[in-house]
């Protein structure tokens, strides 16, 4: 009986405190009784577990599920709780800088493999090479890490050191110790693939892709270009306002993109181009996404260039990053974007205008360490074929 009455004591205890609690919040933000009654039982859980779990209960920790769980709650797979890894490994992405080591890395069967090291880098340095398989991270073998982890926890602070144990054909594995640097990302190349035809390959959109691609038309057009082929395969997206930036440089005047809230208010993005300067190719796949799918979406419309490849992704949702208070931060989808014809490609993904099946194993790296392979590449070399054709006819 004695038991009782404390459990039943327990009960009211956490209840009274929660019921306090939410009277005031209800007070301050105006909620209806519903809404307040939803409030009341989390508090009410809150209370209890905080007060009589069994174990010390570590708040933060039980908070960030909270968040975690709401988020997970709305069924969207772009909208996700931003522990402090992620919070950081997402600020360091859109800024264009970041501590590292200076690799490309492929994921495949498991593995990790060096596609290309960055000039001047810690990995060059150090003495890493293209083809390199990295095995394990600090004592870590990569296989018992999620892909996404890996270049998390290769990532760090500058100056601070990152072991890799490294496999090379024909080599006994070695361990790598390599200092992290802050490695300013290169997103955008260019290069002159004949005397008329330029390429421009954009691997995402950070803060500073924007200015890139201006020096990237600048340096092409200096060299006497007439059209370009833009490569977007295997850009996940970015920043849109780099992107917006990118399209008054290369989509005739009027609207680029319609981004809508739920409310229904309107932001829309112009160009003021009033004519276009070159013949332009994009190339798409699969892996083309969010703001590259904008960017696409845009020049068909506007038939200011011509889609080759595959079906892009299908993501057009706009997300805001809301950054918190313990070093981490709330990825929300707040919005949906149009394309100029009030498309809208969520789910769907843009259609391309020639549909070329990819014939390689194409890898998001952003610099030349040789010459553009056409035979090697059959989606480029459509895009080349329809560049030449338009070209000639001016």
Excluded: W
Aim: hydrophobic content about 40%; aromatic content about 8%; some cysteine.
């Amino acid at each position: 009986m004695n038991k009782k009455k404390l459990f039943v004591c327990m009960i009211l205890t956490a209840f009274i405190s929660s019921a306090v609690t939410i009277a005031g919040i209800c007070f301050l933000l105006e909620l209806n009784t519903g809404r307040a009654a939803d409030i009341a039982r989390f508090f009410c859980a809150m209370r209890f577990i905080e007060g009589h779990y069994v174990d010390t209960v570590d708040y933060t920790k039980m908070i960030d599920g909270a968040i975690g769980g709401m988020v997970h709650s709305l069924g969207d797979p772009h909208s996700i709780y931003l522990d402090p890894n992620l919070y950081s490994q997402i600020k360091s992405d859109t800024s264009g800088s970041f501590g590292g080591i200076g690799v490309y890395m492929g994921f495949k069967n498991g593995g990790v493999q060096v596609m290309s090291v960055m000039p001047d880098s810690p990995s060059e340095q150090a003495g890493l090479q293209a083809g390199d398989s990295i095995i394990a991270v600090n004592g870590t073998p990569v296989a018992d890490i999620a892909a996404d982890e890996v270049a998390l926890k290769i990532r760090g602070e500058s100056g601070t050191n990152v072991d890799l144990l490294v496999r090379r054909e024909g080599e006994e594995d070695k361990v790598y110790t390599i200092t992290r640097n802050v490695i300013k990302v290169k997103t955008v190349a260019d290069k002159m693939i004949d005397d008329k035809i330029g390429y421009i390959r954009i691997s995402n959109f950070s803060e500073n892709t924007g200015e890139e691609f201006k020096n990237a038309i600048n340096d092409l057009d200096s060299q006497n270009m007439k059209g370009f082929i833009l490569d977007l395969r295997e850009n996940p997206g970015g920043v849109i306002t780099s992107c917006v930036e990118i399209a008054k440089e290369i989509v005739p005047k009027g609207p680029i993109v319609s981004v809508i809230q739920r409310d229904g208010s309107k932001e829309v993005y112009y160009s003021k181009l009033e004519q276009t300067k070159y013949q332009i190719v994009v190339l798409l796949d699969g892996g083309s996404a969010s703001a590259s799918e904008l960017l696409a979406g845009a020049l068909q419309d506007t038939k200011a260039a011509t889609i080759v490849g595959t079906k892009s992704y299908g993501k057009g949702s706009v997300q805001t990053v809301l950054p918190m208070f313990h070093d981490d931060g709330l990825k929300l989808t707040i919005a949906k974007y149009y394309t100029p014809n009030d498309r809208c490609i969520d789910g769907t993904g843009i259609e391309p205008d020639v549909e070329v099946e990819s014939n390689k194993t194409f890898y998001r790296r952003i610099n030349f360490d040789s010459d553009l392979n056409l035979d090697d590449d059959a989606q480029l070399l459509k895009g080349v074929e329809i560049l030449k054709s338009k070209i000639g006819s001016n």
